[in-house]
């Protein structure tokens, strides 16, 4: 399986951010795996944002649940993040992947991953 993370590179305060992952070599529908954004702020560990399971049921981290959304095209093979609202702390290299069990992926344990994409955000 093969993900590449797109979206813009630079986003301005206040505004929303939006990533969208392609995948390629598996369907995001097939039993049983769960497909998760993470990001890395400069100088800092990995940070699991939320997942979207084969399902198409959704999870969330607790401290970005309120600005995060994570939702699918089944069609193009995708999923995308949207973070609103966003502020210069945002600023990360963000990371979409692939995982077998939701705790593992919570845990920041993945089978697969994208080669990340920096956003920066700023005015």
């Known amino acids: 399986v093969q993900l590449v993370e797109s979206g813009p590179g630079l986003v301005q305060p206040s505004q929303t951010l939006s990533l969208t992952c392609i995948v390629s070599?598996?369907?995001?529908?097939?039993?049983?795996?769960?497909w998760s954004w993470i990001r890395q702020p400069p100088g800092k560990g990995k940070e699991w944002m939320g997942a979207i399971a084969f399902s198409g049921d959704t999870y969330y981290s607790p401290s970005l649940k309120s600005r995060t959304s994570i939702s699918r095209d089944t069609v193009r093979n995708q999923f995308t993040l949207q973070l609103s609202s966003v502020t210069p702390e945002d600023t990360a290299v963000y990371y979409c992947a692939r995982g077998r069990d939701l705790e593992e992926v919570r845990a920041g344990v993945q089978l697969d991953w994208g080669r990340g994409t920096q956003v920066t955000v700023s005015s």
């Open positions: 070599g598996g369907s995001i529908t097939t039993n049983y795996y769960f």
